[in-house]
């Protein structure tokens, strides 16, 4: 995407003090009272997702991100009682970047807006 996304995000495993690579992120927005499909991603080598969503295309409203973290785990021969994260958030500002990070460990998971 050529511009920068207005949603974005990273998950560092805090277990392994490490970036979460590969891991699967869906983007969803409320729409009429229903979750929609926007994008899906890959975490990177860093553990980030930066091609969310195209700013051209993005609108206010109610977002979720969908972290599908149990494939993580399995390649690490590891296990969670969280298989799949989801972060619900309201994007307010038409102008403003949604940086969701999600720090990471088996039993438990921690987000803020970023930056």
């Not at 599908?68 to 994007?91: A, G, H, M, W």
Request: hydrophobic share 30%; charged share 20%; glycine share 6%.
């Amino acid at each position: 995407m050529s511009a920068k996304s207005p949603i974005s995000t990273h998950i560092l495993d805090t277990s392994r003090g490490q970036p979460a690579d590969g891991v699967n992120v869906s983007l969803y927005k409320m729409i009429d009272g229903n979750w929609a499909l926007i994008n899906e991603s890959v975490t990177n080598a860093d553990g980030r997702c930066a091609d969310l969503l195209l700013r051209s295309t993005f609108q206010c409203g109610r977002y979720k991100l969908n972290f599908n973290v149990e494939k993580y785990y399995e390649r690490l021969q590891s296990s969670t009682i969280y298989p799949i994260i989801e972060i619900i958030f309201d994007c307010l500002d038409q102008d403003s970047h949604y940086h969701m990070p999600l720090l990471l460990n088996p039993y438990g998971y921690t987000t803020y807006r970023g930056s």
